[in-house]
């Protein structure tokens, strides 16, 4: 009998934050997989560690480059590994950051697998957003209010649509900026939003720092994958 695969979030950083289900299924999986890309996603299998108990660990590489070709070639190469222990009749826990459908390596192997006649299911986490936003005391949405999520880290960040997004109001979530997120904090300032701006640095993990506005997050700032930035955009 074929085994199962499961994308399990590990949350923001905080073992504490771990779902019940999310324990409950890395304990019953064979193997355990994890994202290899050299950067931030090895967090993952830190925050799951102490519910390994020695079992087998598969590491699967992903590179982060640019180039489109060589992503499709790694969660192909992947998808493999892990089909390799379902037909061995192994479940498979394929660990991930926060969500697994937010911002996940995971979603692209999900679907080459699930492609493949075999069975998936997705045990969701708590995303770093939200991690970010409780640490700071900020709702991030209330009444009719919208949220939107931007992933800046591999462009001009709000770019031409800064217009469209900052000109309805409601709360804006900026993550994956990497060190261009000075580049849209200026932005933001040059709108008056400096004061509406909260930034989170590794929310719930060792070393969390949390900035009330650009101006304070400016005098020593912490730049990388585990910061973000919650804007409050006030109706006009």
């Given amino acids: 009998m074929r085994g199962k695969l499961y994308g399990v979030g590990a949350g923001p950083g905080d073992p504490e934050l771990l779902t019940l289900k999310a324990v409950s299924t890395i304990q019953k999986c064979d193997v355990i997989a994890a994202p290899d890309t050299g950067g931030a996603e090895g967090t993952a299998l830190s925050i799951i560690g102490g519910y390994l108990d020695g079992k087998e660990l598969l590491e699967c590489r992903f590179t982060m480059d640019r180039d489109i070709k060589g992503r499709k070639k790694d969660r192909a190469a992947a998808a493999v590994q892990i089909m390799e222990s379902l037909e061995s009749g192994k479940d498979v826990g394929f660990v991930t950051l926060g969500d697994p459908t937010t911002y996940s390596t995971y979603m692209y192997v999900h679907e080459l697998v699930k492609a493949k006649g075999y069975d998936a299911e997705i045990v969701p986490g708590v995303t770093s957003f939200s991690a970010a936003a409780a640490a700071l005391g900020v709702a991030l949405c209330e009444g009719d209010e919208m949220l939107t999520i931007i992933p800046a880290r591999h462009s001009d960040g709000i770019g031409a649509n800064a217009d469209e997004i900052l000109g309805r109001p409601g709360t804006v979530v900026i993550m994956k900026s990497g060190t261009n997120l000075a580049h849209v ?17 590794r929310a719930t993990m060792e070393g969390q720092r949390l900035y009330e506005n650009i101006e304070e997050f400016e005098q020593s700032p912490e730049t990388g994958y585990f910061t973000l930035a919650i804007v409050k955009v006030p109706e006009e």
């Fill in 185 to 201: 904090l200026g932005k933001l300032k040059r709108r008056g939003l400096g004061d509406r701006t909260k930034i989170a640095h």
